[in-house]
T-cell receptor, first 112, second 112 residues
Framework: DADVTQTPRNRITKTGKRIMLECSQT?????MYWYRQDPGLGLRLIYY???????NKGEISDGYSVSRQAQAKFSLSLESAIPNQTALYFC???????????FGPGTRLTVL | KQEVTQIPAALSVPEGENLVLNCSFT??????LQWFRQDPGKGLTSLLL?????REQTSGRLNASLDKSSGRSTLYIAASQPGDSATYLC???????????FGGGTRLMVKP
């Protein structure tokens, strides 16, 4: 089984809808991250969390919110989706020992 | 603000060639540097992690070097194979912050 899983893997939605992307991990890492990837822009950090009581904004947090329900679960929400949020979204964890990051398979989100 | 640049953006080589991918970063105060592989539409797979105190890391046909003072890293792939075709991303983790900053990637095509 994959160490970092994301659901759904693909989602098509309409402008204005609320969307939640979920991430689970079995690596036992405290630190978790949400990124989005756009062609030509690379990966950009949306939010990160160092434990269940710690949530921090990344470089592009506007229009997004997160929830860290447990050490193993970190969800990303789009309260009112807009077309320029169409992207590939990745969840990641980071090892405490050497800071190596491990990524989930990604969620492809299309907002019409 | 840390900026990471990867050159070339795309590379096509015949099978069997040795090749070098380049990564440069503007702020040398890094904690570590990580190389990833990404297949089309898929997640990121960690290839090599170099701590700031290290000069290089090797895994199979891959060798990554780090010159922190000049802000450069290279990924050397020996005896390339068609299965190596993918996008290769480098990312640096800053001492000062808690962010992994990504380069734009090098898209590699190895032709049979």
């Amino acid at each position: 089984d994959a160490d970092v899983t994301q659901t759904p893997r693909n989602r098509i939605t309409k402008t204005g809808k609320r969307i939640m992307l979920e991430c689970s991990q079995t690596k036992g890492h405290d630190r978790m991250y949400w990124y989005r990837q756009d062609p030509g822009l690379g990966l950009r950090l949306i939010y990160y969390s160092f434990d269940v009581k710690d949530i921090n904004k990344g470089e592009i947090s506007d229009g997004y919110s997160v929830s860290r329900q447990a050490q193993a679960k970190f969800s990303l929400s789009l309260e009112s989706a807009i077309p320029n949020q169409t992207a590939l979204y990745f969840c990641a964890t980071r090892a405490d020992v050497n800071n190596e990051q491990f990524f989930g398979p990604g969620t492809r989100l299309t907002v019409l | 603000k840390q900026e990471v640049t990867q050159i070339p953006a795309a590379l096509s080589v015949p099978e069997g060639e040795n090749l070098v991918l380049n990564c440069s970063f503007t702020d040398s105060a890094i904690y570590n540097l990580q190389w990833f592989r990404q297949d089309p539409g898929k997640g990121l797979t960690s290839l090599l992690l170099i701590q700031s105190s290290q000069r290089e890391q090797t895994s199979g046909r891959l060798n990554a070097s780090l010159d922190k003072s000049s802000g450069r890293s290279t990924l050397y792939i020996a005896a390339s194979q068609p299965g190596d075709s993918a996008t290769y991303l480098c990312a640096v983790y800053n001492n000062a912050g808690n962010m992994l900053t990504f380069g734009g990637g090098t898209r590699l095509m190895v032709k049979p």
